[in-house]
């Protein structure tokens, strides 16, 4: 094999002219450049965050001493509905796709998505969504009775949604809102899709694709065939509400399980929704500060696919204590214990991975350790869940909540802020503080322990999730009292995270274009990248094209 | 914005090419996700339908008003026919063809639209029927309801095309693209058998 020559393109950034501030404004709301798309998706994200972060907040402060009132039970209900849907719809999947947006088109060698301007119609469209549902604290009841927030629970199970237990348009808000984030959502995924399949450049086969792609790809199958029925139950319930149809109207004959249904084949799927995307980052991190090529490509390929799969036939575990039946219970424990086996093998080949390798604790390695740990407890809490005797035990417990606030935070959001540490140097050309990374790290790693370890224990001591306070004396005082502690810890963890991100922008040092010495296409470009990522498209012969580059004496495509 | 610091960008440019490298046109993977998306709206709509069949408390029942579309179903399915030709006529450059085949795909769209919309009059009018009736009034007309609206979406960017069309503005290059507006079209189509099968046999 010859050598790959190599082009030396000077690149002229159009961003060293100064510009007058509302013409940058003016840009980026019109931008439908990825990059820009996608760092707008996560700066939107963030503000939800800590929006959310806030409420979870509140509620702690509520939870923290028996018989507290420092909240009303309106309040309270209307604060979980809000971090609900706010941490799902508002920050989980608009930062997840912040992420594809910025990072797929780099990673397969493209110049842009396969739609720049459907790309900014779902962005925009989302935040819309966003604002909406906010603006339902001041429009809820009409303009003048503020605090009208929705109060259904972001499950919004029926009949609680009907006109008769919700009066008001707060509902409706929320209605919308989910609505309009699924069409965004739909819209995005749609054009992950086209652009991994139809814009990967030259010699990029799909058996040579980073891993990464290879994720989103599954992860946007699943939100074509999961969102939507959420969006068509949405349509549904705003029938029911506006024009008096009886999809959930038990007085007419209607059923409210039919709309557990529903909302939970939206519901389950979407936790590999979220989960996706953060092994993906997993999947480029672990091997490069492993200092090793990914073990078992092909089968974390096919553990992924498998997932998409089996995912879309579990959602009935959240329901075993509906009354399903007995051979419905067992067909959903079954299903819901055979997704382990995937999940299982993803987890041996990022340990395989790690083996032998020379590994650099590096801060985003450190967040993924923290996430492969917790990663292992939050499926052994699932499968715990995942046995209906077991389940009709602690079904609504603070149990469940604890389980699933592994998953979504010990899981995805470590994950993700591994994944900010990672690529922030690409984005901005800066490195980030590695000391204030380990402050977050750290406060992080035991603010999430304090609050969740903690928090499976009321719930096995039989405290129910939803109540806005308790009776002193039944031993959840001293534990709601460490998961408030908890919470705090990882407030101030997120504080430290937002104050490095704005201060290494300015003062980090340079970072240059490989800084982590690693091997997909997006090192291969200046950083931050300029607006057409690649001055002459690339052509790629190996799954580590970077390492090929770098290695001319023992490349890769020599083993393909 | 800050300033960047000017960086060479090392792009490997000529490795082995895997010839010819092609990949699928994004208009037709596009239009796919949109159908596999839509399909599992109307999948939920459908098993609402299914699932609610026979337990309305109140009539009317629909084997007292349904009565099979059977007109507006040879209008509608025929018409994926037309639209086919259509494309195959911009293919082979016969732009005459494709415009008649296009207007024939609107009128025939357009009659179907206007069958469904002379059941939904009978079928309030006379029957005294609406969503706020029963169980089959609400599935009933949200699931005709948005196969309807989906034909009024895809009549639009039909008419669209049929003016560009007329005006001479469609050439053969814009086969491929027209394609992928076909795709809408036959998925259009076939959620009306499904449509058909459930509300007017299964149902009645």
Redesign the interface.
Known sequence: ?TT??????????L??Q??PPLN?IYEWLTTVDHKKIGLMYIVYALIFLVIAGFEAILMRIQLAIPNNHFVSPQVFNQLFTMHGTTMVFFMGMPILFGMGNYLVPLMIGARDM??PRLNAFSFWISAFAGLLLYFSYIGGSGLYAAGSAPDVGWFAYAPLTSKVFSPGHSTDYWTLAVFLSGVGS?GT???I??TI????C??M?MSRMPLLPWLYLVM??I???????L???Q??LT?DRY?????FDTQ????AI?WMH?FW?FGHPEVYVLVLPAFAFANEIIPVFSRKAMFGYPAMVAASVSIGFISLSVWAHHMFTAGLGPAGNTFFVFATMVISVPTGIKIFNWLATIWGGKIIFAVPMMFMIGFLFQFLIAGLTGIMLAAAPFNWQLSASYFVVAHFHYVLVGAIVFSLFGAFYFWYPKV??RMMSETLGKWHFWLFLIGFHLTFDFMHVPGILGMPRRIYTYEAGRGWDTLNLIVGIGAIFQAAGTIVLVYNMIYS??KGK?A??DPWDAWTLEW?????PPSYN???E????SRR?LW??KHPEDPD?DYE | MMTTVTTASRIPIDGPIETPWKLPYRGTVGMACLIIAESAIFIIFVVAYIYYIGKSLSGPTPAQVLELPIFGTICLLSSSIFVHFAVSNLRKDNLRGCTLNLAATVLLGTIFLATTAREWYHLIHDEGLTIKTNLFGTTYYSLVGLHATHVVVGLIMLSLTLGLSLTGHVKEEHSEKLEVLSLYWHFVDAVWVVVFLVVYVLGR
Not at chain 1, 524 to 528: G, L, M, R, T, Y
Not at chain 1, 538 to 541: A, D, E, H, N, R
């Open positions: 094999m790959t020559p190599v082009l030396e393109a000077v690149d002229e950034t961003e060293t100064s510009r940058v396969a739609f739909i995924a749609l054009n899709v086209t399949l139809c814009m990967r030259k010699g086969k946007s199958g939100v074509f065939v999961a969102v939507s029925p969006t068509a139950a349509i549904m029938l024009l008096g149809a009886h999809f007419a004959g209607g059923s039919l529903f084949i901005t050309g922008y300015f340079e240059g274009h291969s470009v200046p950083s931050p690649f001055a002459i690339p052509t790629v012969s094209p090929d580059l495509s």
